[in-house]
């Protein structure tokens, strides 16, 4: 899947590689430019970042965006769909360990030794820009906003991880399913989406192995928040009547609690 070369090309020639016509949407138009990387910077600043940017195919459900052990060559925006990261464990299993919407960047665990260390599974049919990183290496020695951005993307990262662990390591099965349930609420408002209303793209199974349940107990919180009238769930589709109950299930009533629900599941 990916499409970017290997090597340090300089911007003008990685550019000069890129087809713009099969650019369909500039960075500069683009809905979700106010969450990902291309956040702050200026009109020319933009300009240039656009043209390093490779509009990708839509991937579809079950498609690999990249698998652990590949080579890294590029990080990747999510415009539209979903995708869930894992790891495989030593006994052969996966274990998940976030999911990806619209907005979000994914492939920054390829940074370190230029392997990725996790694979990248569509959920459902997903469109991404890929942005070849000896392309964003030269944009950030030209342009200091975009490392700032780069850094802060790497930044939310680690305060993601910093969520999980928190949720995995100190939240009874009810707190993890409320917390798991705010995040996505809060990132769906956040795209100009409701957060109310919303499906899930990832199965109960994908859901309790991220959260460290067993598929069951997803089940069973899930029957209870409905038979409380917390909110509906048919199927993946949720519908969450009282948001203020669903915080305090959760957990949620210190600064803390409320940026591990905002961050969580990323």
């Given at each position: 899947?990916?499409i970017?070369?290997?090597?340090?090309?300089?911007?003008?020639?990685?550019?000069k590689?890129?087809d713009?016509?099969?650019?369909?949407?500039?960075?500069?138009?683009?809905?979700?430019?106010?969450l990902?990387?291309?956040?702050?910077?200026s009109?020319d600043?933009?300009?240039?970042?656009?043209?390093?940017?490779?509009?990708?195919?839509?991937?579809?459900?079950?498609?690999?965006?990249?698998?652990?052990?590949?080579?890294?060559?590029?990080?990747y925006?999510v415009?539209s769909?979903?995708?869930?990261?894992?790891?495989n464990?030593?006994d052969?299993?996966?274990?998940?360990?976030?999911?990806?919407?619209?907005?979000?960047?994914?492939?920054?665990?390829g940074l370190?030794?230029?392997?990725?260390?996790?694979?990248?599974?569509?959920?459902?049919?997903?469109?991404l820009?890929?942005?070849?990183?000896n392309i964003?290496?030269?944009?950030?020695?030209?342009?200091?906003s975009v490392?700032?951005?780069?850094?802060?993307?790497?930044?939310?990262?680690?305060?993601?991880?910093?969520?999980?662990?928190?949720?995995?390591?100190?939240r009874?099965?009810?707190?993890r399913?409320?917390t798991f349930?705010?995040s996505?609420?809060k990132?769906?408002?956040?795209?100009?989406?409701?957060?109310?209303?919303?499906?899930?793209?990832?199965?109960?199974?994908d859901i309790?192995?991220?959260?460290?349940?067993?598929?069951?107990?997803?089940?069973?919180?899930?029957?209870?928040?409905?038979?409380?009238?917390?909110?509906?769930?048919?199927?993946r589709?949720?519908?969450i009547?009282?948001?203020?109950?669903l915080?305090?299930?959760?957990?949620?009533?210190?600064?803390?609690?409320?940026?591990?629900?905002a961050?969580?599941?990323?």
């Open positions: 899947m990916v970017a070369r290997r090597g340090k090309a300089s911007l003008s020639n990685q550019a590689s890129v713009i016509r099969k650019v369909k949407r500039s960075c500069k138009t683009c809905s979700l430019a106010e990902s990387l291309p956040r702050g910077l009109k600043e933009l300009n240039t970042f656009s043209e390093g940017v490779i509009q990708q195919h839509p991937i579809h459900r079950g498609d690999h965006l990249f698998r652990a052990g590949d080579n890294f060559r590029s990080i925006i415009k769909g979903s995708l869930k990261v894992y790891i464990t030593p052969g299993s996966e274990q998940i360990v976030g999911f990806h919407m619209a907005g979000e960047l994914l492939g920054l665990d370190d030794d230029q392997f990725h260390t996790c694979s990248a599974l569509a959920l459902e049919t997903t469109s820009c890929e942005l070849p990183f964003i290496e030269d944009l950030c020695k030209q342009y200091s490392y700032r951005e780069l850094c802060a993307a790497m930044g939310r990262e680690i305060v993601e991880r910093q969520a999980m662990l928190l949720v995995l390591g100190k009874s099965a009810e707190e399913i409320a349930l705010l996505l609420s990132r769906f408002n956040k795209r100009g989406f409701s957060g109310n209303e919303f499906n899930l793209s990832m199965s109960h199974h309790a192995n991220n959260l460290g349940l067993a598929p069951e107990t997803v089940s069973r919180q899930l029957v209870r928040l409905h038979e409380e009238n917390i909110l509906t769930v048919e199927q589709h949720v519908q009547h009282d948001a203020e109950m915080h305090e299930l959760g957990g949620n009533r210190s600064d803390n609690s409320e940026r591990a629900a961050t969580y599941a990323g």
